[in-house]
């Protein structure tokens, strides 16, 4: 895969990967929180919670970036 090229400023850029940071992180926490206190699942954080968090900070991240994409484009 090759990096995206955009014509945007350095600070811009640098504002856009720590917002996919944050909503990576927060996603795939908000997941292991789920899987860790939902009553009636066993409290236990296997392999398969771990790599279904990763995932779903992965699909958050995306979302993230394609929502203030739209946005950036849109204003434009």
Do not use: C, N, Y
């Amino acid at each position: 895969m090759t990096p995206e090229t955009s014509s945007q400023d350095p600070v811009q850029e640098a504002k856009h990967r720590r917002a996919g940071i944050i909503a990576f992180a927060t996603g795939a926490a908000a997941s292991l929180a789920f899987f860790a206190f939902f009553p009636g699942l066993p409290h236990v954080i296997d392999w398969g919670a771990i790599l279904v968090s990763l995932v779903v900070g992965a699909l958050t991240r995306w979302a993230w970036l394609a929502r203030t994409r739209r946005k950036r484009t849109s204003v434009r």
